[in-house]
């Protein structure tokens, strides 16, 4: 079985440019958290979908927004990109009703310049 | 509010055991969950406890007390490989929402 797979690995933008990142959860699964985590911090939540709506969301600015795809996948936006947004951006997925625990992609490590 | 804590870094030596603490108060709360995360890697999932008391899997047990708001992982004849942070964190009831701990680092010196 696949796991959480997320796109781009790496990715190099500047100040005030956008970004879109990308998740596809584990088959079966329908909900997506996105969290940041920036170096050597711990987990900030930003975003939960669950069955294509956003169930919650973080303390972030609302530069920071998603969407979840009908079929579950999900993709992070990030509007003009600020240095401290640089970070690894962590998807993770999880099937309600069962034991909620989430399965992590690998992230995407975004560095702003 | 809903507040979890422990502690930042842990220093432990190959072999031994060590123990990582792990305080919650939250407005509602379901079980909770450990996972390790080795640097720049993703967490991966350790255990989840619902019911009081200790679940042993392997060289790694968790402990939950609810009535305490506490928790524990346990970490016996540590290896080397066993260096990373491990994040705790607890399931909401309302929402089933995950809240993070900030995580413990765990060094591990020969």
């Known amino acids: 079985e696949a796991g959480v797979t997320q796109s781009p690995t790496h990715l190099i933008k500047t100040r005030g440019q956008q970004v879109t990142l990308r998740c596809s959860p584990i088959?079966?699964?329908?909900?997506v958290y996105w969290y940041q985590q920036a170096l050597g911090l711990g987990l900030q939540f930003l975003l939960w979908?669950?069955?294509?709506?956003?169930?919650n969301r973080g303390n972030f600015p609302p530069r920071f927004s998603g969407r979840q795809f009908p079929n579950y996948s999900s993709e992070l936006n990030v509007n003009a990109l600020e240095l401290e947004d640089s970070a690894l951006y962590l998807c993770?997925?999880?099937?309600?009703?069962?034991?909620?625990?989430?399965?992590f992609g690998p992230g995407t490590r975004l560095t702003v310049t | 509010g809903q507040n979890i804590d422990q502690p930042t870094e842990m220093t432990a030596t190959e072999g031994a055991i060590v123990q990582i603490n792990c305080t919650y108060q939250t407005s509602g709360f379901n079980g909770l969950f450990w996972y390790q995360q080795h640097a720049g890697e993703a967490p991966t999932f350790l255990s989840y406890n619902v019911l009081d008391g200790l679940e042993e899997k392997g060289r790694f047990s968790s402990f939950l007390s609810r009535s305490k708001g506490y928790s524990y992982l346990l970490l016996k004849e540590l290896q080397m490989k066993d260096s990373a942070s491990y994040l705790c964190?607890?399931?909401?009831?309302?929402?089933?929402?995950?809240?993070w701990g900030a995580g413990t680092k765990l060094i591990i010196k020969p």
């Open positions: 979908y669950d069955e294509g709506e956003e169930r």
């Open positions: 088959s079966g699964h329908t909900s």
């Open positions: 964190a607890a399931l909401m009831d309302s929402n089933y929402q995950l809240i």
């Open positions: 993770a997925s999880s099937s309600s009703g069962g034991s909620y625990e989430q399965y």
